[in-house]
């Protein structure tokens, strides 16, 4: 088994009193695309930002060998982008000036392209449909890492609100990452994306309730367990 570029181990986060993640160990090697499913208020969310750093957990925690807890905000940016749900802007940008605000726009109007956002560059976020925001945003978030080699992307729902076709573009743009040495973190309540994936944790009430390939995390049982027997039915 190669060494992971992520590992957590017994990971928690306690949030206004409460423990929402509790005792919840990953891993995931470069080449990787792991999904973290489960059900509203799983802690899908939490655990996304906790693993990129952005909110305080105790337990063991690595990317790359070192801790983004204790690693300063620029090595941080350097090897991890993370992605969120409803990403927002607090100014009426055009979608061109993304790629200035992270410095590379060359990159992201590369990114721009193979999510078919190219004809947009020019428009302002204002004039977008809410799925094509998101996929200007995931734009900007692939483009703000070097190279795919060596990093890590952190995504929160990236498909929610996209139509199919991007929903496919986004599919396998995180696959091109992975296949060049990146290593991949997707929240997502899409099953069916999910079982595409290397591998997959189930979470409910914050506790890991599988976890392994698809095909071992998502089995009946834990589906059933997991959402209920309606949805085991649907399956």
Not at 46 to 59: E, F, K, M, V
Not at 65 to 82: F, H, I, K, T
Not at 151 to 163: C, H, N, Q, R, V
Request: glycine letters at 10%.
């Amino acid at each position: 088994m190669s060494e992971p570029f992520l590992e957590c181990a017994a990971l928690a986060v306690e949030l206004r009193g409460r423990r929402i993640i509790d005792g919840v160990s990953l891993r995931a090697e470069a080449g990787q695309v792991v999904a973290i499913v489960g059900p509203n208020g799983a802690g899908k969310t939490t655990l996304l930002r906790a693993l990129a750093g952005l909110i305080a957990s105790t337990g063991e925690l690595r990317i790359a060998g070192e801790d983004p807890r204790q690693a300063s905000a620029r090595a941080n940016a350097r090897r991890r982008a993370y992605g969120a749900q409803q990403p927002t802007s607090a100014w009426d940008y055009r979608v061109c000036d993304l790629g200035e605000i992270i410095g590379a726009p060359d990159a992201y109007a590369d990114q721009l392209g193979s999510l078919d956002l190219s004809e947009l560059a020019s428009r302002r976020l204002s004039q977008l449909s809410g799925g094509e925001q998101k996929a200007a945003h995931l734009a900007m978030t692939f483009a703000s890492l070097d190279e795919p080699y060596g990093a890590l992307l952190l995504l929160d729902e990236p498909t929610a609100s996209l139509d199919l076709a991007r929903q496919t573009l986004v599919a396998a743009t995180l696959r091109r990452f992975a296949q060049a040495g990146g290593t991949v973190i997707v929240a997502t309540h899409d099953l069916t994306f999910a079982r595409t994936c290397d591998a997959v944790l189930v979470l409910a009430e914050g506790r890991t309730i599988g976890l392994g390939v698809p095909s071992a995390a998502l089995t009946p049982a834990v589906i059933a367990e997991t959402w209920g027997a309606s949805a085991q039915a649907e399956a």
